[in-house]
């Protein structure tokens, strides 16, 4: 069993949609969470980052972190095409740790 | 600010060839990191290196080999590549032990036939 799992998609919405992404894992250790948006051809950047569980908002982006479930989550308002890409979570047990465990990615679409 | 440079950016070579992925950080951070992505698996650690001449091995790393004599480059070479290495490698830094960001290079595209 990975250590994160993530559903590949794709997934393809009309502008201006709600967008839910969705994170599994199996370590319940890891209380580090991070969502990486990546464009074609490009690297990651780091979108958002979350410590423990609770909810983190920052514009049209929200993460929500449920340790209980082993679930976190990434939600897009008002989707918009330029958010057309693929989003990774990441995940680790400590600070400064040396290894992020990453899932696979969900590749969106937003449709305008 | 040119963050991080990987080169090349795409390369093509045979089953058997050495290659090196170079990778070059204006930041001076003091953590790099190596990558590989694959469909069906994601990120995949392959080295890492807490400072100049402090390398150490990640999820997957056998058939390559690292090496960090200056802060700001951390070269990865495959030492006799296979089709199994095919792969976009990504370079990666951050600033310190603490904190959990890391900042990506923008990945090389590597085909072996």
């Known amino acids: 069993q990975k250590e994160v799992e993530q559903d590949p998609g794709p997934l393809s919405v009309p502008e201006g949609a709600i967008v839910s992404l969705n994170c599994t894992y199996s370590n319940s250790a890891f209380q580090y969470f991070m969502w990486y948006r990546q464009y074609s051809r490009k690297g990651p950047e780091l979108l958002m980052y979350?410590?423990?569980?609770g909810n983190k908002e920052d514009g049209r982006f929200t993460a929500q972190v449920d340790k209980s479930s082993k679930y976190i989550s990434l939600f897009i308002r008002d989707s918009q095409p330029s958010d057309s890409a693929t989003y990774l979570c990441a995940m680790s047990a400590s600070t400064g740790a040396n290894n992020l465990f990453f899932g696979t990615g969900t590749r969106l679409t937003v449709i305008p | 600010d040119a963050g991080i440079t990987q080169s090349p950016r795409y390369k093509i070579t045979e089953t058997g060839r050495q290659v090196t992925l170079m990778c070059h950080q204006t930041w001076s951070h003091s953590y790099m990191f190596w990558y590989r992505q694959d469909l069906g698996h994601g990120l995949r650690l392959i080295y890492y290196?807490?400072?100049?001449?402090?390398?150490d091995k990640g999820e997957v790393p056998d058939g390559y080999v690292v090496s960090r004599s200056k802060t700001e480059n951390f070269p990865l070479t495959l030492e006799s590549a296979t089709r199994s290495q095919t792969s976009v490698y990504f370079c990666?830094?951050?600033?310190?032990?603490?904190?959990?960001?890391?900042?990506f290079g923008e990945g090389s595209w590597l085909t072996v036939v």
């Open positions: 990666a830094s951050r600033p310190g032990n603490s904190g959990n960001t890391i900042y």
């Open positions: 979350t410590y423990s569980s």
């Open positions: 290196s807490a400072a100049a001449d402090i390398t």
